[in-house]
């Protein structure tokens, strides 16, 4: 998974366990893509005391996710999510009833619609 997406995904998923301070610096770096320059000069300290915040961000947030796997968790659910609504595909209709398909499209939808 690309470094970006997955910064912003550990964000969105342990985000709040971080002070105040920590996540405003690193939602500027992973959300509104600031340069380390940028940041500093927003927040009235120094190029290098932003880069050390969101390096240590980065490995609070991957310890956070080695310790629970929600991420993982998240996106293996989201997978046979999609692997049942492709299964339930109108055209894969062999046998199974028409009711059936109907139900386990429509649970699907609903659950995908919540990733």
């Known amino acids: 998974m690309e ?3 997955e910064n912003g995904m550990l964000l969105d998923f342990y985000g709040d366990l971080l002070t105040d301070h920590q996540k405003e610096v690193y939602e500027a770096a ?3 893509d600031m340069s380390l320059s940028e940041i500093a000069d927003e927040m009235g300290t120094s190029r290098q005391a932003v880069s ?3 390096h240590r961000c ?3 947030l991957g310890s956070y996710e080695e310790k ?3 991420m993982k968790k ?3 659910a989201q997978q046979e999510l999609t692997k049942i609504r492709e299964l339930a595909d109108p055209s894969e209709e062999d046998g199974i009833q028409r009711d059936t398909l109907a139900q386990i499209r429509s649970i699907a939808d609903r659950l995908l619609e919540d990733f």
């Open 3 to 5: 470094r970006f997406v």
């Open 68 to 70: 629970l796997h929600l």
């Open 30 to 32: 992973v959300y509104r």
């Open 52 to 54: 050390d915040l969101i």
């Open 58 to 60: 980065d490995k609070i």
């Open 74 to 76: 998240f996106i293996n």
